[in-house]
């Protein structure tokens, strides 16, 4: 006993107790450090990847577009992290390295095939293997990608241009804007260096494209919103009661620790979809208080990945001839499908078409016959502000000079697919605004339906 206290006090002495702790802001600053490299290395990654960009997209578009105006905490740290681009025989980008301390290897965000890239955990080495890939399919002005071009009509593209102004929110960047009507382009506008074929991440758009999912699997008879969603520790735990609906419309009643659930540890960190989003425990019963939160479409997801072996999300993307959209997962393979898909306006607004069309792409039934009035009814627990809730859309049905019909999917950084059934439209904003400015898209969708409608 004697001795081993002796030895105790020995490695005190060598390993100073200050040496080997951290303050909490030291903790808390050197987090903040690993989370931004991750940022970093995951967009640059994923906007050059080659299922989703080729060639297309470059470096310094990424690093002015995306990598700027982000969280406040991480927005003045991205340019001082160096990174590197590591590249294939081909050319095009297998990983992406951020240094972010010394001590530590940097964050990697590294490319699979067909499913864009991952984020490997903090403090994982980059990865040795070969990478395998194929050839980028070039659908630039691809007519039936991008059809009926020339049906742009001068007064609705005047409406569309004016987003690229500040007329909708001070100090938005918006990037690219569709309006369309019965399936034709009438009017458009894109910043320089952007089209619609050009993808961008959907932010939580991809929580509609979720839902959509969802109801493909309904409709083939593998899923049913008003089963279990099998959360919780056993039959006995009361997590159990959470639905797949309850999902859909935020409402599963679990905590989450941040206004909006920002999930850094998933998104930025390199933690998995069953580590981050599964476990929370219950605050109020299932279907009672609405909650936004990325865990509940997340769970809502995991339901449903058994099915994902015959029917992936990128197989299905491409049903809808969404061949530039690809849904990314985490380093264990679990889709990050409130958040993490890269698309294009042209391949947002056939998403938009399929659902003008309750549910039938090119004379084949996808969806349940009723699964737009699902996801439009606001029939559960609705959010404080100007707009309703359904399942995975949002509603504008309280949006004066919006037809009460419209839903919409909507991202952050101003991602916004607005549909409008009674009118024949979609209408399709992507951005990437900095941190504090908003898009007003009510006001948009109000502008552009007027146009239309002269």
């Known amino acids: 006993m004697i001795r081993t206290v002796l030895a105790a006090a020995a490695l005190l002495v060598a390993f100073p107790l200050a040496a080997q702790s951290s303050t909490q802001e030291e903790l808390d600053a050197r987090h903040n450090r690993a989370l931004a490299a991750g940022y970093k290395a995951l967009f640059l990654c994923g906007a050059l990847a080659p299922d989703v960009t ?8 990424v690093l002015e577009y995306e990598l700027t105006g982000i969280y406040p905490a991480m927005d003045s740290l991205i340019a001082s992290l160096p990174h590197r681009l590591e590249r294939g025989s081909d050319g095009f980008v297998d990983y992406v390295a951020v240094e972010w301390t010394d001590g530590m290897p940097t964050r990697v965000a590294a490319y699979r095939q067909d499913r864009g890239c991952h984020l490997l955990p903090i403090g994982a080495d ?4 070969e990478f395998e890939r194929s050839i980028p399919i070039d659908r630039v002005g691809d007519p039936t990608v991008y059809p009926l071009r020339e049906k742009i009509d001068r007064r609705v593209n005047a409406v569309a241009q004016s987003a690229l102004t500040d007329k909708y929110g001070e100090g938005t960047r918006t990037t690219a804007v569709l309006i369309r ?17 050009l993808p961008q991440r959907t932010w939580s758009v991809a929580k509609s494209m979720a839902a959509t999912l969802v109801g493909a699997a309904v409709y083939r008879g593998e899923a049913n919103v008003q089963s279990s969603a099998g959360l919780g520790a056993g039959q006995d735990d009361p997590r159990r009661e959470i639905t797949i609906d309850h999902l859909l419309r935020m409402a599963s009643g679990r905590y989450s620790d941040t206004p909006g659930n920002r999930t ?5 960190g390199g933690s998995t979809v069953a580590e981050t989003a599964l476990h929370w425990p219950l605050l109020h019963r299932p279907g009672k208080i609405f909650r936004y939160a990325n865990n509940d479409t997340l769970a809502a997801v995991t339901a449903i990945d058994d099915t994902f072996q015959e029917h992936s999300p990128n197989r299905f993307f491409h049903t809808l001839g969404m061949h530039s959209t690809v849904a990314e997962t985490d380093w264990q393979g679990g889709y990050i499908l409130s958040s993490q898909v890269w698309s294009t306006a042209a391949d947002l607004a056939r998403l938009g078409q399929l659902y003008l069309e309750d549910g ?3 004379g084949r039934r996808i969806l349940p016959e009723d699964w737009v009035e699902y996801v439009s009814s606001p029939s559960g627990p609705q959010p404080d502000g100007p707009f309703g809730y359904g ?9 004066a000079g919006v037809p ?8 952050n950084r101003g991602q916004y697919i607005v549909i409008v ?6 209408i399709v904003r992507r951005g990437e605004d900095p941190t504090g400015s908003r898009f007003d898209i009510a006001a948009f969708a109000r502008d552009a339906l007027d146009s239309l409608e002269k």
Request: charged share 25%.
């Open 421 to 426: 059934p009674s009118m024949n439209v979609v």
């Open 181 to 197: 009507r019965a399936d034709v382009t009438r009017g458009e506008a894109f910043a320089p260096g952007f089209d619609a074929d």
């Open 404 to 411: 009460s019909d419209t839903f919409a999917a909507m991202g």
């Open 360 to 362: 039938v792409w090119r």
């Open 264 to 268: 850094d540890p998933l998104y930025l």
């Open 391 to 399: 399942a995975g859309f949002w509603l504008l049905n309280k949006s």
């Open 126 to 129: 980059a990865p040795s293997e």
């Open 54 to 61: 080729g060639m297309r997209r470059t470096e310094a578009s």
